[in-house]
T-cell receptor, first 115, second 113 residues
Framework: SAVISQKPSRDICQRGTSLTIQCQVD?????MFWYRQQPGQSLTLIAT?????????ESGFVIDKFPISRPNLTFSTLTVSNMSPEDSSIYLC????????????FGEGSRLTVL | GENVEQHPSTLSVQEGDSAVIKCTYS??????FPWYKQELGKRPQLIID?????GEKKDQRIAVTLNKTAKHFSLHITETQPEDSAVYFC????????????FGAGTRLFVKA
């Protein structure tokens, strides 16, 4: 299983600012995903972070709002731009199990509160 | 794209009883169906999964069934214990899509001692 470190673990942000979340994996992984989990809700896929190319965004999510970087096979960042209170959520980095395994491993999440 | 529906949203059972959670999916290309358990304040963790070439899988008190024709899959927990209390998510993904995983809305299970 992969060990995934996310930071920050939590932050309180002001409306209109941007915050970058970092995700570090202890091994090289092909598939890396970013999810959002609003309080008491399910996990919603934001995008697939592709190494060496632009991220693939799901419907309802755009690059200008959620720019993603994936400079190598162990690291990715998600930026939440021009934040509003509606962006208050837990953001989770996840990686695939590899070798066609299918299982996802999750970071501990980054809890953002936007005032 | 894939859409996964999950029922019920909340389930309360007495310790020792069984619990059943049901899901449906929309994309017939989905071929991998995992179930995740999320305890309060923690990250989701896989508890069991099933692939489309299998109809049923069991692991101790947990079992999952899949009906590809109807696009239904279900989680069965027998002899429930208080530590089974958590939120359970079903999900669907496609192996050729790099296992991009779409989750159901979740079921909050309460097991009363």
């Amino acid at each position: 299983s992969a060990v995934i470190s996310q930071k920050p673990s939590r932050d309180i942000c002001q409306r209109g600012t941007s915050l970058t979340i970092q995700c570090q994996v202890d091994s090289q992984v092909t598939m890396m995903f970013w999810y959002r989990q609003q309080p008491g809700q399910s996990l919603t896929l934001i995008a697939t972070a592709n190494q060496g190319s632009e991220a693939t965004y799901e419907s309802g999510f755009v690059i200008d709002k959620f720019p993603i970087s994936r400079p190598n096979l162990t690291f990715s960042t998600l930026t939440v731009s021009n934040m509003s209170p509606e962006d208050s959520s837990i953001y989770l980095c996840s990686v695939g199990g590899g070798a066609g395994a299918g299982e996802l491993f999750f970071g501990e999440g980054s809890r953002l509160t936007v005032l | 794209g894939e859409n996964v529906e999950q029922h019920p949203s909340t389930l309360s059972v007495q310790e020792g009883d069984s619990a059943v959670i049901k899901c449906t999916y929309s994309d017939s290309a989905s071929n991998y169906f995992p179930w995740y358990k999320q305890e309060l304040g923690k990250r989701p963790q896989l508890i069991i999964d099933i692939r489309s070439n299998v109809g049923e899988k069991k692991d101790q008190r947990i079992a999952v069934t899949l009906n590809k024709t109807a696009k239904h899959f279900s989680l069965h927990i027998t002899e429930t214990q208080p530590e089974d209390s958590a939120v359970y998510f079903c999900a669907a993904s496609i192996s050729t899509g790099g296992f991009k995983t779409i989750f159901g809305a979740g079921t909050r299970l309460f097991v009363k001692a």
